[in-house]
């Protein structure tokens, strides 16, 4: 069975740092290539960054860029989103997925407010 697990939500201050990990199963976590999408209270899905699948090449929307950081590791079948300098607009639900839209996680909440 293929499993994505995001943890590590939460509450932060802004200005505040957060990982987000996701544990993968069930499938060759090593040969996907990865993304990370957010949905905002009351918006459609956002599409956060994306890593390939040695964790070479990382993308980034104009939103995050210089703020958060992709990063893997395939021996341990995990997933990372570094989010530093968070802001109140990064408040949302936090998916990885597989970058084909293949398998989704159940999402974590990241809220963002003092």
């Known amino acids: 069975e293929v499993q994505l697990v995001e943890s590590g939500g939460g509450l932060v201050q802004p200005g505040g740092s957060l990982r987000v990990p996701c544990a993968a199963s069930g499938f060759t976590f090593s040969i996907i290539p990865m993304t990370w999408v957010r949905q905002a209270p009351g918006k459609g899905l956002e599409w956060v960054s994306v890593?390939?699948?040695?964790?070479?090449?990382?993308d980034y929307a104009d939103s995050v860029e210089g703020r958060f950081s992709i990063s893997r590791d395939n021996e341990k079948n995990m997933l990372y989103l570094q989010m530093n300098d968070l802001k109140p607009e990064d408040t949302a639900a936090y998916y990885c997925?597989?970058?084909?839209?293949?398998?989704w996680g159940q999402g974590t909440q990241v809220t963002v407010s003092s």
């Open positions: 890593i390939d699948s040695d964790g070479g090449t990382t």
């Open positions: 997925a597989g970058a084909a839209g293949d398998y």
